[in-house]
């Protein structure tokens, strides 16, 4: 079975701060993982994917997250913080049959 | 590219009756949609996978009968909540996922994209 985890139920930080967003994953064979953000009464938007390829995976709004293959791993990064970009992020994997299991979800406080 | 809608984004209905919630890609065709499920602060749940031209499937512990899936054509999914109750207020968003390989303006083969969402409330 798979499974994702998001550690963090929130992350606050100030504007301009980089800004981490941790997700661990398990399993078997090779992970397709996601991250999406959701925005208040508002469905999931697409952030970035790993796939296969680099490890290092470059998303929407300057947005990246690093594939760590040993340490199961793909934390979500941003260099420098807005406070927009305060909202509740999501970690998933893919299984084979297309089926998205989600993280609990991080919410992010991105504070002036 | 990729859009897709829900219609409505929210309604309020009384204990007892039924509603019905629509997911439609815009400018693609799905033949496989998805309905979620999400309390407040919470993560989405899986509920069921709506294939077009067949019956849905549905994950454990949901109940098909009443939540009633239809997905008549390759861009409407439809999702029945019957004889709704209180407990069944939530948020609910639907993914289309996209049909085919070397789709122009589409390079993510078997990606979901996600609705809005509709937020219920059953008083």
């Known amino acids: 079975a798979q499974s994702v985890a998001q550690p963090e139920d929130q992350v606050n930080v100030a504007e301009g701060n980089p800004l981490t967003v941790k997700c661990t994953y398990s399993?078997?064979?090779?992970?397709?993982l996601f991250w999406y953000v959701q925005y208040p009464n508002r469905g999931l938007q697409f952030l970035l994917k790993?796939?296969?390829?680099?490890?290092l995976v470059k998303g929407s709004y300057g947005f990246e997250a690093e594939f760590n293959k040993s340490q199961t791993s793909f934390h979500l990064k941003k260099p420098s913080a807005l406070v927009s970009d305060s909202a509740l992020y999501f970690c998933a994997v893919r299984n084979s049959w297309g089926k998205l299991q989600f993280g609990a979800g991080t919410q992010v406080v991105v504070t002036p | 590219g990729a859009v897709v809608s829900q219609h409505p984004s929210w309604v309020i209905c009384k204990s007892g009756t039924s509603v019905k919630i629509e997911c439609r890609s815009l400018d693609f065709q799905a033949t496989t949609m998805f309905w979620y499920r999400q309390f407040p602060k919470q993560s989405l749940m899986l509920m069921a996978t709506?294939?077009?031209?067949?019956?849905?499937?549905?994950e454990q512990g949901v109940e098909k009968d009443k939540f009633l899936i239809n997905h008549a054509s390759l861009t409407l999914s439809t999702l029945t909540v019957t004889s709704a109750h209180p407990e069944d207020s939530s948020f609910y968003i639907c993914?289309?996922?996209?049909?085919?390989?070397?789709?122009?303006?589409?390079?993510?083969?078997?990606?979901?994209?996600f609705g809005p969402g509709t937020r219920l409330t059953v008083l």
């Open positions: 790993y796939i296969t390829g680099d490890n």
């Open positions: 993914s289309a996922r996209v049909l085919g390989t070397g789709k122009p303006g589409y390079s993510s083969y078997n990606e979901q994209f």
């Open positions: 709506s294939n077009e031209g067949s019956k849905a499937t549905y």
């Open positions: 399993v078997s064979g090779n992970p397709y």
